[in-house]
């Protein structure tokens, strides 16, 4: 099955992010009350100032 069209193109952006190494790339295409869930976190981050801000404190080589 192929991928909605959104979440192609957040995967694409967010390949682009971490091969340039620009992590706040893309953040045009979210939502500024974004639900933004990762693995090992129990709550979800919520906002896109709050992403931004998880985004600019990921360690060097830190990948989505």
Not at 21 to 38: N, P, Q, R
Not at 41 to 46: A, L, Q, S, T, V
Request: zero cysteines; a negative charge.
């Amino acid at each position: 099955m192929n991928d909605h069209p959104n979440a192609a193109a957040v995967r694409a952006a967010a390949e682009r992010s971490e091969q340039s190494g620009d992590m706040m790339a893309g953040m045009d295409l979210l939502a500024d009350d974004v639900v933004w869930h990762e693995i090992g976190r129990d709550e979800p981050i919520r906002g896109k100032q709050a992403l931004m801000e998880r985004f600019a404190g990921m360690p060097e080589g830190g990948s989505i």
